[in-house]
């Protein structure tokens, strides 16, 4: 699974990458693990090769940025191009957009009434905080699933629409567990070097992370299981705490 983060604001260091790091943490709770996370600027050509090349390395790819009314927001059409379709005015948006706009009290234009289409053959997530909804299309057993990249509107779109799609398509099978502990006075090549044959000794299953900070050492135990049988996993992770 790839993040793909869009936006020079990121890359000029104007704004930090809340959104990765947010994406991320939730498809850990059902079980996906992010291999990689790519940024780039409101480029067409990076946008169309990172997905191209993203997709030679995984089934699923999360986007975000470069969704708006502007003209520097070019990923809809970037996908239109990477998928080889149109678009198509999605009428539930359009609609959801006349209502927002009518309470405000603002008018409709056109720039504001193409924000509901969608590459032709996607879905669009609804986008309760914005105009820009989510985009999920598939192919080839791949999925790309584009989000804006104002953080409280991608926030409702993961949490709103995203997840439990994804869920409906994995099941609960998949399952991540952590486990921390929380060392002091001992330095991380000192520690690595007393928990060496525990370490080398876990199963290919659960893995250890070093994590320093000042004054402290955590170590992170992470679980994985592909059959969802949690409880059996946090009983492993229990066992090889307790043999530390």
């Known amino acids: 699974m790839i993040i793909i983060s869009i936006g020079n604001e990121i890359l000029f260091g104007k704004t930090i990458n809340t959104n990765a790091s947010f994406i991320a943490d939730q498809l850990y709770t059902i079980g996906i693990e992010v291999q990689k996370v790519i940024t780039i600027a409101d480029n067409k ?27 520097d927001d070019i990923t809809k059409q970037v ?76 926030k409702s779109i993961v949490e709103n629409e995203m997840i439990p799609l994804l869920k409906s398509k994995i099941g609960n099978q998949h399952s991540v567990i952590h486990k921390e502990i929380i060392t002091a006075g001992i330095g991380e090549s000192a520690l690595s070097e007393l928990v060496e044959s525990w ?13 320093p900070s000042p004054g402290k050492l955590m170590l992170r135990l992470t679980g994985r299981t592909e059959n969802g049988d949690t409880q059996q996993l946090n009983s492993e992770l229990n066992v090889q705490l307790s043999q530390l």
């Open 79 to 154: 996908i239109c191009d990477y998928f080889q379709v149109g678009q198509v005015m999605d009428q539930k948006t359009l609609d959801n957009i006349q209502v927002m706009f009518k309470k405000r009290g603002f008018n409709l234009n056109e720039i504001n009434r193409l924000q509901a289409s969608i590459p032709e053959g996607s879905v669009a997530l609804s986008n309760k905080n914005g105009t820009a909804p989510g985009i999920w299309i598939e192919k080839d057993q791949k999925i790309l699933v584009a989000m804006p990249g104002v953080p409280f509107e991608m």
């Open 199 to 211: 370490e080398l000794a876990l199963p290919k299953h659960i893995t250890l992370a070093y994590l």
């Open 45 to 71: 050509d990076q946008i169309f090769n990172t997905l191209k090349t993203s997709f030679l390395e995984t089934d699923l790819i999360v986007m975000t940025g470069g969704l708006g009314p502007t003209k």
